[in-house]
T-cell receptor
Framework: AQKVTQAQTEISVVEKEDVTLDCVYETRDTTYYLFWYKQPPSGELVFLIRRNSFDEQNEISGRYSWNFQKSTSSFNFTITASQVVDSAVYFCALSEAGRDDKIIFGKGTRLHILP | KAGVTQTPRYLIKTRGQQVTLSCSPISGHRSVSWYQQTPGQGLQFLFEYFSETQRNKGNFPGRFSGRQFSNSRSEMNVSTLELGDSALYLC??????????????FGPGTRLTVT
């Protein structure tokens, strides 16, 4: 069965610190997609990244980086030199391509960046 | 290109009433998915419509229904509202090809409060 686990419900760090948000997933399929979304207080889900199951290369986008490891079924997200504007709820999600188009979300991690 | 729009943004209803929420997808997108977000259950998939047909459905009671019009706009309806239906309802629009869930773009949501 599909499942996404974000064990950290809430994290607080001081501005400029690095922070890693953990995500562990379960799926029976060999072809799947993984996502990270950011949800600021306004409520709208902001797409950050998607990876397909055949691409294990780590990705860096500015201060954001993602570590995808199939061996441990993890897709962790790191923010380097955090800023107050990074404060939000972050969701990791999974979709099994070809089976259906629904996205299964983790419970989310609420990130507080303290000035 | 305009994003996904949802109306109304906020809604207050009384238990037992019914409510209709509207979603206009990105121009050219044919798939509309609906998600419910609550503090307790997180983000959960409700259903997806493609070309006026329900293509996929989550585990929600029959009180939750939806439809899609020929212009791809979608509505979801909740009848006999319960207090537990209070949630943020998010709509996502996509190209619609099966397996393209990674191309879903979310709207700002409708916050429904049931009193």
């Amino acid at each position: 069965a599909q499942k996404v686990t974000q064990a950290q419900t809430e994290i607080s760090v001081v501005e400029k610190e690095d922070v890693t948000l953990d995500c562990v997933y379960e799926t029976r399929d060999t072809t799947y997609y993984l996502f990270w979304y950011k949800q600021p207080p306004s409520g709208e889900l902001v797409f950050l990244i998607r990876r397909n199951s055949f691409d294990e290369q780590n990705e860096i986008s500015g201060r954001y980086s993602w570590n995808f490891q199939k061996s441990t079924s993890s897709f962790n997200f790191t923010i380097t030199a955090s800023q107050v504007v990074d404060s939000a709820v972050y969701f990791c999600a999974l979709s099994e391509a070809g089976r259906d188009d629904k996205i299964i979300f983790g419970k989310g991690t609420r990130l507080h960046i303290l000035p | 290109k305009a994003g996904v729009t949802q109306t109304p943004r906020y809604l207050i209803k009384t238990r037992g009433q019914q409510v209709t929420l509207s979603c206009s997808p990105i121009s050219g997108h044919r798939s509309v998915s609906w998600y419910q977000q609550t503090p307790g259950q997180g983000l959960q998939f409700l259903f997806e419509y493609f070309s006026e047909t329900q293509r996929n459905k989550g585990n929600f009671p029959g009180r939750f229904s939806g439809r899609q019009f020929s212009n791809s706009r979608s509505e979801m309806n909740v009848s006999t509202l319960e207090l537990g239906d209070s949630a943020l309802y998010l709509c996502a629009s996509g190209q619609g090809e099966m397996g393209s869930s990674y191309e879903q773009y979310f709207g700002p949501g409708t916050r429904l409060t049931v009193t």
